[in-house]
């Protein structure tokens, strides 16, 4: 498996623009989470789905984001508007139900907003 | 809900000197994780900790889970260039995972 794929890998779009990242997880990972990652605040956990169902998104900034889940293997976030200090890296992480729950990170998606 | 803080935020120290880094979460955890991140890439998992005062040790790196099972801490031994990076705590209850702010570790070769 090629681990958790994101992308894309970096993203520059003006104030008010919509953004979308996505995210494939690990094939037969039944947890998918997405974490924003700033200086300031460090990993912040935004929303996590188990078997592509939203369980917790409590960590979700505002209604500018949102998430989905359309199957096991996509995930999307989306920022509409966006602002500057939407900047962040965020990541993906899928996991499995086990013993030892190991999560695992895509590379990231550097966000910028001007 | 859950928080998880960790501390220090930052730490530099001389190549050979120890480092530690803790980890306090408000409620009780499942379990506790710690990951490696390094400069410009993405956290890496290091190992899990599931017992009320379980330690495991990975070469220099000792793994302590306090007995109430809310705190951790990560203790290296004797630094090296290479321990540089983000060290994370992930704290796991109901099958959410919440990192701790992390400790930036630098080492003066």
């Known amino acids: 498996d090629a681990g958790v794929i994101q992308s894309p890998r970096h993203e520059v779009t003006e104030m008010g623009q919509e953004v979308t990242l996505r995210c494939k997880p690990i094939?037969?990972?039944?947890?998918l989470f997405w974490y924003r990652q700033t200086m300031m605040r460090g990993l912040e956990l935004l929303i996590y789905?188990?078997?592509?169902?939203?369980?917790?998104d409590s960590g979700m900034p505002e209604d500018r984001f949102s998430a989905k889940m359309p199957n096991a293997s996509f995930s999307t976030l989306k920022i509409q508007p966006s602002e500057p200090r939407d900047s962040a890296v965020y990541f993906c992480?899928?996991?499995?139900?086990?013993?030892?729950?190991?999560?695992?990170f895509g590379q990231g998606t550097r966000l910028t907003v001007v | 809900g859950q928080q998880v803080m960790q501390i220090p935020q930052y730490q530099h120290v001389q190549e050979g000197e120890d480092f530690t880094t803790y980890c306090n979460s408000s409620t009780t955890l499942s379990n506790i994780q710690w990951y490696k991140q390094r400069p410009g890439g993405h956290p890496v998992f290091l190992i899990q900790?599931?017992?009320?005062?379980e330690v495991k040790k990975q070469k220099r790196l000792t793994f302590q889970f306090g007995e109430a099972k809310k705190n951790s801490s990560l203790h290296i031994t004797a630094t090296q260039t290479t321990d540089v990076g983000t060290y994370f705590c992930a704290g796991n209850n109901n099958n959410d995972m919440r990192f701790g702010a992390g400790t930036r570790l630098t080492v003066k070769p």
């Open positions: 992480a899928s996991r499995y139900r086990g013993r030892i729950t190991e999560a695992f």
């Open positions: 789905f188990n078997n592509n169902v939203p369980i917790d």
């Open positions: 094939s037969g990972h039944d947890y």
């Open positions: 900790l599931v017992k009320s005062g």
